[in-house]
């Protein structure tokens, strides 16, 4: 029944390229995920592992701080979602005094990872407001 969140802002890899390894680990186990993350090549992957591994360390200290009992093989990731950061723009010089824009893009990642309990109380809360 713990829902923790963890986030990263400003991270120095475009949106399009976090959004291809975020859904390799949407909807697994948290553990899995960071087996997958572990040896996934995008170059995305390391900083979504650190994430993921946080968010587990913050429902960790979620769990102790509400002194309830907290199995970590239980926590799957419930939403993951990259928003676009701000972009760095910098020129680069070419021919004939021209300036050629570089954008340089940022992203900020948000992991939720959740127990099934609480993804249950979450739908049937949905479905109410109905």
Do not use: C, W
Request: proline content about 4%.
């Amino acid at each position: 029944m713990v829902e923790s969140i963890a986030r990263v802002r400003h991270i120095r890899v475009t949106p399009q390229k976090a959004r291809r390894v975020i859904e390799l680990i949407r909807g697994k186990q948290a553990h899995e995920a960071l087996a997958i993350l572990k040896f996934a090549p995008q170059a995305a992957s390391e900083p979504v592992y650190k994430l993921v591994a946080s968010a587990i360390a913050n429902a960790r200290v979620k769990a102790d701080g509400t002194n309830s009992f907290l199995d970590e093989r239980d926590l799957y990731v419930s939403r993951v979602f990259v928003d676009e950061g701000t972009t760095l723009k910098r020129f680069q010089p070419r021919a004939q005094g021209r300036a050629f824009r570089i954008n340089k893009r940022t992203s900020h990642i948000t992991v939720v990872l959740a127990t099934p309990e609480e993804a249950e109380v979450a739908a049937t809360s949905k479905k109410a407001s109905k």
